[in-house]
């Protein structure tokens, strides 16, 4: 009986973060008897698991987060051209978070930033390492510090959510703005 209880808490966590990750996804708003349900769950399961919406929305962030760093291992910022390296990154970290940006409206509302963050240290230890591979380079500025500018790359990133969310920057645009922005950001002063 006791392991079928792990896999049943196993089967119904995962029903709970996929159905996290879909509905607050779509609505940021989404309640947590909207999570059970859509789950498959009761709600007094789902509480036996995320003691809050707090937890809740930590755990799909996680778990989200996670996913797309699957996705972003595929992405090749070791060998070519920093920029070039660094265009790929962002393109295909803004399809990621395109895709899930009510999902850290959802986030943004109900963790402190810091936290919100540290979900991505693992995905930002890729930028840091291309940030530093250009540096090296010599294609990327060096008077600023490293860690400044991983933090810029992620601002910048979920500010451009935040915007394509609120109408102000469109949807078809945001990729081309983000990769402008940043490689502008990141350019040699000086350098024509």
């Known amino acids: 009986p006791v392991p079928a209880r792990r896999a049943d808490a196993e089967r119904n966590i995962a029903a709970i973060l996929e159905a996290g990750t879909r509905l ?9 008897a909207d999570i059970a349900k859509a789950a498959g769950v ?13 937890a809740l929305v930590d755990a799909v962030l996680d ?8 996705a972003l ?9 920093a920029p070039e390296a660094m265009s790929g990154l962002l393109r ?16 943004d509302r109900v963790l402190p930033t810091e ?4 979900h991505h240290d693992r995905p930002l230890r890729r930028v840091e390492r291309l940030i530093k591979r250009g540096r090296d380079d010599g294609d990327f500025r060096s008077d600023l510090p490293l860690p400044w500018l991983v933090t810029t790359f992620f601002a910048i990133v979920h500010s451009a959510a935040q915007e394509v969310e ?15 922005t940043m490689l502008s950001l990141l350019s040699v002063p000086g350098r024509g």
């Open 24 to 32: 607050l996804g779509s609505d940021p708003s989404a309640s947590v």
């Open 42 to 54: 009761g709600r007094v399961t789902l509480y036996g698991h995320f003691p809050s919406r707090e």
């Open 63 to 70: 778990h989200a987060v996670n996913v797309a760093e699957s």
């Open 73 to 81: 291992e595929a992405v090749d910022v070791d060998t070519g051209p």
């Open 92 to 107: 295909s970290s803004w399809q990621l978070l395109d895709r899930h940006r009510r999902l850290f409206l959802a986030a």
């Open 115 to 118: 936290r919100i963050r540290r």
């Open 166 to 180: 609120s109408g102000r920057l469109g949807p078809e645009e945001a990729e081309r703005v983000l990769v402008g």
